[in-house]
């Protein structure tokens, strides 16, 4: 297993390996909190996760940072609107996320910093830049001055002179002395949260935030950092210029960025009204992990058109594989089987570690079980399917799916996932404070026998004893 993965720093695919020797640091750029987290950001996250699961199935040792960005324009105005401190506010939607990651089977990252608990970090960052001669002030918010970084633009490989300004629309930029300047630390406003610093009261520019908070865990150069296509101009460019002009080290070594999902050709953005939540989708009755398939289903360098067919499809094969995985463990303990199919099973479990390697294509990782399940399949019709065989092949998809986090490894029954799915119901209902509609769930499911339990980790359910 030799994990190999396009990097947009030098436009090859390339070997991932650890930088310090003992394991891999990697950062992924978190949501922004002002919302609802959609699945076209989930498409970035489900990558990641693909990414760090694999990192891990390899063997690798892994450190994983992924930001949690809960201060900047959009938040402090929703905030206002809705009359609530940018602190609960962030709290309710980073909590949504968290919830949402779980339910995708998303594994928590080692740390999950929050901008607004590093604003320190950034201070610093910011004084060492202005010491260095890399900013400018302007009206009370300060600036990095793209010209004092001579590579600036490398990363991108842009023709800036052609690159429409903006990106993120900013209303709070003035007067700059180069239109691609970038704002560092923006001027305290009127009724505004903010921070007081050396160099004035204000509070931080997105792109110094994943500069700090990187470094700050990961140190000044690291492996791997991940994201969306469009935070390559201009926040990777932006990160770049930031942390190598105060360490003069290499920041990042290898850069990933995975590819929209599109809704009729067009990137699925709230600012464009096109998106859909993952509780939308649950809500009309998807299993989240067709969610998850489908998001995985196609490699993180194509683009995926999203479609409600599109989940169904999913859907189905995913039922396909755990009908397949039901009727294997059906297969009694009568006689060993035959060991050719076992090595066939090898082969399947060389073919999805090859596909995997080579730039995460899950596409091709998913091939290899489903020609295997399509081989067996027949062999199963045939009672040719030994205990032993049974017992590597199940083998084989418990392994699969520590990487993939679809399939139904372990025992379950369809009746469970009808459970699952008015549970999450119940949860949405309670999120939008319709106690009503979740205390109907709950009385629904306890007259099915179903007793919900509330945790801090979510709601656990068991089956209550015929005796009660
Ligand atoms: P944001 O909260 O806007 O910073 O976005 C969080 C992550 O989602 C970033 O890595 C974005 O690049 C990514 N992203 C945003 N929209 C899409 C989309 N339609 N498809 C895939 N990734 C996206
Ligand atoms: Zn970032």
Redesign the pocket.
């Known amino acids: 297993m030799v994990l190999k993965l396009y990097n947009t720093l030098t436009r090859a695919t390339e070997e991932v390996t650890p930088l310090n020797g003992k394991e891999i640091r990697m950062y ?5 909190v002002y919302d609802f ?2 699945i ?2 989930f ?3 489900v990558v990641q996760d693909l990414l760090r699961r694999y990192i891990k199935y390899t063997g690798l040792p892994l450190f994983h940072v992924m930001n949690i ?1 809960d201060v900047d324009d959009k938040i402090i105005h929703n905030a206002m609107e809705s009359g609530l401190a940018i602190e609960d506010y962030t709290a309710r939607y980073t909590e949504a996320f968290l919830e949402d990651m779980e339910t995708l089977c998303l594994e928590k990252p080692e740390v999950m910093p929050r901008a607004t608990e590093h604003i320190d970090q950034m201070v610093d960052l910011i004084l060492k830049l202005r010491e260095m001669g890399h900013t400018y002030e302007s009206e009370g918010s300060i600036y990095y001055r793209i010209r004092s970084f001579p590579d600036y633009g490398k990363f991108s490989r842009l023709d800036l002179s052609e690159v429409p300004v903006g990106g993120r629309i900013d209303a709070d930029e003035y007067a700059k002395e180069n239109p691609r300047d970038f704002v560092l630390w923006k001027t305290r406003k009127e009724g505004e949260k903010y921070w007081d610093t050396p160099f004035g009261p204000g509070r931080p520019g997105w792109h110094i935030e994943c500069s700090a908070m990187s470094m700050k865990y990961l140190g000044e150069s690291f492996d791997l950092h991940i ?5 390559i101009f201009p926040h990777h460019e932006n990160e770049i210029a930031q942390s190598e002009a105060t360490t003069g080290k290499p920041f990042v070594r290898h850069w990933v960025h ?5 809704v009729n050709g067009e ?3 709230k600012s464009k009204k096109n998106q859909y939540t993952l509780r939308d989708l649950l809500v009309r009755g998807f299993n989240p992990m067709a969610v998850r398939y489908l998001l995985q289903s196609v490699h993180h360098r194509k683009q995926l058109n999203f479609t409600l067919e599109g989940v169904e499809q999913s859907q189905s094969a995913l039922t396909r594989v755990n009908e397949f995985l039901l009727r294997l463990r059906e297969v009694p303990d009568d006689f060993p089987g035959d060991t050719r199919l076992n090595r066939r099973v090898v082969r399947a479990r060389s073919d999805f570690v090859s596909a995997l390697d080579d730039d995460l294509n899950t596409s091709g990782a998913l091939a290899a079980l489903f020609q295997l399940i399509k081989e067996v399949n027949v062999l199963l019709e045939r009672k040719q399917v030994g205990s032993d065989n049974r017992d590597h092949i199940l083998g084989f998809f418990r392994d699969a799916n520590r990487v993939l986090a679809v399939f139904d490894v372990e025992e379950r029954g369809a009746e469970d996932d009808q459970v699952m799915v008015l549970i999450r119901e119940r949860e949405q209902a309670r999120f939008q404070r319709d106690y009503q509609q979740a205390d109907k769930i709950r009385a629904d499911l306890l007259r099915q026998g179903v007793e919900l339990e509330d945790t801090k980790e979510g709601t656990r359910w068991k089956k209550r004893s015929v005796e009660n």
């Open positions: 992924t750029c978190g949501p922004t987290v959609h076209g950001n498409r970035t996250f960005t994201g969306g296509v469009d935070l995975s590819e929209f999902l599109l990137k699925m953005a």
